[in-house]
Protein backbone atom coordinates (compact mmCIF):
# COMPACT_ATOMS: atom_id res chain seq x y z
CA UNK A 1 0.00 0.00 0.00
CA UNK A 2 1.27 3.14 -0.78
CA UNK A 3 2.17 5.91 1.70
CA UNK A 4 0.71 9.09 2.43
CA UNK A 5 2.49 10.96 -0.78
CA UNK A 6 3.51 15.22 -0.56
CA UNK A 7 4.48 16.93 -3.89
CA UNK A 8 6.26 19.00 -4.19
CA UNK A 9 8.91 17.99 -2.22
CA UNK A 10 10.82 20.91 -1.62
CA UNK A 11 10.21 24.56 -2.52
CA UNK A 12 11.72 28.00 -2.54
CA UNK A 13 9.53 31.53 -2.33
CA UNK A 14 10.03 35.21 -1.93
CA UNK A 15 8.11 37.47 1.20
CA UNK A 16 4.79 38.20 -0.14
CA UNK A 17 3.87 35.36 -2.52
CA UNK A 18 1.57 32.19 -2.09
CA UNK A 19 2.21 28.66 -2.38
CA UNK A 20 0.05 25.44 -2.40
CA UNK A 21 0.92 22.46 -1.01
CA UNK A 22 -0.61 18.81 -2.36
CA UNK A 23 -1.18 15.66 -0.47
CA UNK A 24 -2.41 12.24 -1.47
CA UNK A 25 -3.39 10.17 1.52
CA UNK A 26 -3.04 6.39 1.93
CA UNK A 27 -5.75 4.86 -0.27
CA UNK A 28 -9.10 4.33 1.99
CA UNK A 29 -8.02 6.88 4.48
CA UNK A 30 -10.50 9.54 4.31
CA UNK A 31 -9.32 12.21 6.95
CA UNK A 32 -5.98 14.01 6.55
CA UNK A 33 -4.43 16.55 8.43
CA UNK A 34 -1.66 19.18 8.14
CA UNK A 35 0.85 19.73 10.24
CA UNK A 36 4.34 22.85 10.73
CA UNK A 37 7.57 21.63 12.12
CA UNK A 38 9.62 24.16 13.15
CA UNK A 39 13.30 23.86 15.15
CA UNK A 40 11.31 26.37 17.67
CA UNK A 41 7.89 25.24 17.89
CA UNK A 42 8.51 21.55 16.95
CA UNK A 43 5.55 19.91 15.47
CA UNK A 44 2.07 21.74 15.21
CA UNK A 45 -1.83 21.31 14.29
CA UNK A 46 -2.71 23.42 11.12
CA UNK A 47 -6.27 22.46 9.97
CA UNK A 48 -8.13 18.75 9.26
CA UNK A 49 -9.95 18.01 6.78
CA UNK A 50 -12.68 14.79 6.19
CA UNK A 51 -15.07 14.25 3.54
CA UNK A 52 -14.47 17.69 2.05
CA UNK A 53 -14.83 19.34 5.45
CA UNK A 54 -12.77 21.41 7.56
CA UNK A 55 -13.38 19.12 11.52
CA UNK A 56 -10.50 20.90 12.81
CA UNK A 57 -8.33 24.12 13.46
CA UNK A 58 -5.23 25.12 14.89
CA UNK A 59 -3.93 28.21 16.39
CA UNK A 60 -2.83 29.80 12.50
CA UNK A 61 -3.75 33.06 11.10
CA UNK A 62 -5.79 33.10 8.10
CA UNK A 63 -3.11 33.16 5.46
CA UNK A 64 -3.51 29.42 6.26
CA UNK A 65 -5.69 27.54 4.59
CA UNK A 66 -6.64 24.56 2.99
CA UNK A 67 -9.43 22.00 1.03
CA UNK A 68 -10.16 18.44 0.58
CA UNK A 69 -11.40 16.75 -2.53
CA UNK A 70 -13.94 14.22 -3.14
CA UNK A 71 -11.21 11.66 -3.66
CA UNK A 72 -9.57 12.30 -0.06
CA UNK A 73 -6.62 14.70 -1.78
CA UNK A 74 -5.83 17.61 -0.32
CA UNK A 75 -4.29 21.13 -0.70
CA UNK A 76 -2.93 23.69 1.47
CA UNK A 77 -2.48 27.06 0.61
CA UNK A 78 -0.45 29.88 2.31
CA UNK A 79 -1.10 33.19 1.32
CA UNK A 80 1.47 36.29 1.65
CA UNK A 81 4.30 34.26 2.53
CA UNK A 82 6.34 35.89 5.55
CA UNK A 83 10.12 34.74 6.33
CA UNK A 84 8.34 32.64 9.73
CA UNK A 85 6.35 30.92 7.49
CA UNK A 86 9.46 29.04 6.50
CA UNK A 87 8.78 25.30 7.72
CA UNK A 88 8.69 21.57 7.00
CA UNK A 89 4.55 21.15 6.30
CA UNK A 90 3.92 17.52 7.25
CA UNK A 91 0.68 15.83 5.74
CA UNK A 92 -0.96 12.89 7.91
CA UNK A 93 -3.84 10.61 6.97
CA UNK A 94 -5.68 8.36 9.16
CA UNK A 95 -8.81 5.79 8.41
CA UNK A 96 -12.23 6.80 9.48
CA UNK A 97 -13.67 6.01 12.80
CA UNK A 98 -12.02 6.06 16.58
CA UNK A 99 -8.47 4.97 17.79
CA UNK A 100 -6.64 5.38 13.86
CA UNK A 101 -3.12 6.63 13.91
CA UNK A 102 -2.07 9.21 11.61
CA UNK A 103 0.40 8.30 9.23
CA UNK A 104 2.95 11.08 7.68
CA UNK A 105 4.00 11.93 4.63
CA UNK A 106 7.45 12.80 4.24
CA UNK A 107 6.48 16.30 4.22
CA UNK A 108 7.38 19.62 1.93
CA UNK A 109 10.56 21.98 2.90
CA UNK A 110 9.10 25.60 2.63
CA UNK A 111 12.06 28.12 2.58
CA UNK A 112 10.94 31.77 2.16
CA UNK A 113 13.35 34.41 1.36
CA UNK B 1 -4.06 24.68 26.88
CA UNK B 2 -2.76 21.12 25.93
CA UNK B 3 0.88 20.56 27.12
CA UNK B 4 3.21 18.10 26.50
CA UNK B 5 6.84 17.35 27.77
CA UNK B 6 8.97 15.33 26.57
CA UNK B 7 12.51 14.14 28.90
CA UNK B 8 15.36 14.08 28.31
CA UNK B 9 15.73 15.99 25.57
CA UNK B 10 18.27 14.82 24.56
CA UNK B 11 20.57 11.19 25.09
CA UNK B 12 23.95 9.42 24.15
CA UNK B 13 24.14 6.05 24.71
CA UNK B 14 26.17 2.78 23.82
CA UNK B 15 24.76 0.08 21.67
CA UNK B 16 23.58 -2.27 23.76
CA UNK B 17 22.47 -0.07 26.46
CA UNK B 18 18.73 0.06 27.14
CA UNK B 19 16.76 3.33 27.09
CA UNK B 20 13.96 4.93 28.70
CA UNK B 21 12.27 8.45 27.26
CA UNK B 22 9.17 9.99 28.96
CA UNK B 23 6.57 11.85 28.42
CA UNK B 24 4.01 13.50 30.40
CA UNK B 25 0.89 15.34 29.86
CA UNK B 26 -1.79 18.18 30.44
CA UNK B 27 -4.67 17.70 28.45
CA UNK B 28 -8.25 18.31 28.40
CA UNK B 29 -10.60 15.55 27.29
CA UNK B 30 -7.68 12.83 26.69
CA UNK B 31 -8.18 10.15 23.83
CA UNK B 32 -4.89 8.90 22.82
CA UNK B 33 -1.01 8.96 22.97
CA UNK B 34 0.97 8.35 20.56
CA UNK B 35 4.91 7.66 20.03
CA UNK B 36 6.66 8.49 16.71
CA UNK B 37 10.22 7.98 15.49
CA UNK B 38 11.32 10.73 13.42
CA UNK B 39 14.54 10.17 11.30
CA UNK B 40 14.88 12.64 8.10
CA UNK B 41 11.40 13.29 7.29
CA UNK B 42 7.98 11.35 8.22
CA UNK B 43 7.43 10.49 11.68
CA UNK B 44 6.57 7.21 12.04
CA UNK B 45 4.19 5.40 14.06
CA UNK B 46 5.71 3.28 16.49
CA UNK B 47 2.17 2.97 19.25
CA UNK B 48 -1.19 3.96 20.29
CA UNK B 49 -2.06 3.90 23.64
CA UNK B 50 -5.25 4.36 25.49
CA UNK B 51 -5.50 2.57 28.60
CA UNK B 52 -2.92 2.31 31.53
CA UNK B 53 -1.01 -0.15 32.67
CA UNK B 54 -1.26 -1.82 29.51
CA UNK B 55 1.78 -2.54 28.01
CA UNK B 56 2.66 -2.37 24.28
CA UNK B 57 5.43 -4.05 22.40
CA UNK B 58 7.34 -4.68 19.42
CA UNK B 59 10.56 -5.96 19.20
CA UNK B 60 12.81 -4.25 21.20
CA UNK B 61 10.26 -1.19 21.85
CA UNK B 62 8.08 -1.11 24.48
CA UNK B 63 5.59 1.61 25.95
CA UNK B 64 3.29 1.73 28.78
CA UNK B 65 0.57 4.70 29.71
CA UNK B 66 -0.43 5.58 33.81
CA UNK B 67 -3.62 7.90 33.03
CA UNK B 68 -3.40 8.41 36.51
CA UNK B 69 -0.62 10.04 36.83
CA UNK B 70 -0.87 11.49 32.98
CA UNK B 71 2.79 10.19 31.86
CA UNK B 72 4.16 7.86 29.47
CA UNK B 73 7.59 5.95 28.94
CA UNK B 74 8.89 4.56 26.00
CA UNK B 75 11.79 1.55 26.41
CA UNK B 76 13.97 0.55 24.06
CA UNK B 77 16.22 -2.72 24.71
CA UNK B 78 19.63 -3.63 23.21
CA UNK B 79 20.10 -0.50 21.70
CA UNK B 80 21.06 -0.06 17.65
CA UNK B 81 22.68 2.64 15.94
CA UNK B 82 19.06 2.68 13.34
CA UNK B 83 17.42 3.51 16.62
CA UNK B 84 19.15 6.92 16.05
CA UNK B 85 16.27 9.65 15.47
CA UNK B 86 14.29 12.16 17.56
CA UNK B 87 11.19 10.34 19.25
CA UNK B 88 8.08 11.99 19.42
CA UNK B 89 5.25 11.92 21.87
CA UNK B 90 1.82 13.20 21.07
CA UNK B 91 -1.49 13.34 23.01
CA UNK B 92 -4.53 13.29 21.04
CA UNK B 93 -7.83 14.93 23.07
CA UNK B 94 -11.55 15.59 22.16
CA UNK B 95 -15.16 15.85 23.35
CA UNK B 96 -16.76 12.78 24.09
CA UNK B 97 -18.87 12.00 20.85
CA UNK B 98 -17.13 14.86 19.43
CA UNK B 99 -14.39 14.89 16.47
CA UNK B 100 -10.88 14.89 17.97
CA UNK B 101 -8.85 17.85 18.33
CA UNK B 102 -5.50 17.97 16.71
CA UNK B 103 -2.50 16.06 17.89
CA UNK B 104 -0.25 18.03 20.54
CA UNK B 105 3.21 16.97 20.43
CA UNK B 106 6.11 17.17 22.74
CA UNK B 107 9.54 18.74 21.61
CA UNK B 108 10.79 15.53 21.40
CA UNK B 109 13.83 13.36 22.82
CA UNK B 110 16.63 13.22 20.49
CA UNK B 111 18.36 9.61 21.05
CA UNK B 112 21.62 9.14 19.61
CA UNK B 113 23.04 5.77 20.02
CA UNK B 114 26.97 5.80 19.71
CA UNK B 115 28.81 2.10 18.66
Known amino acids: KAGVTQTPRYLIKTRGQQVTLSCSPI?????VSWYQQTPGQGLQFLFEYFSETQRNKGNFPGRFSGRQFSNSRSEMNVSTLELGDSALYLC????????????FGNGTRLTVT | EDKVVQSPLSLVVHEGDTVTLNCSYE??????LLWYKQEKKAPTFLFML????IEKKSGRLSSILDKKELFSILNITATQTGDSAVYLCAVEAGPLGGGADGLTFGKGTHLIIQP
Open chain 2, 50 to 53: TSSG
Open chain 1, 92 to 103: ASSAAGGNSPLH
Open chain 2, 27 to 32: VTNFRS
Open chain 1, 27 to 31: SGHRS
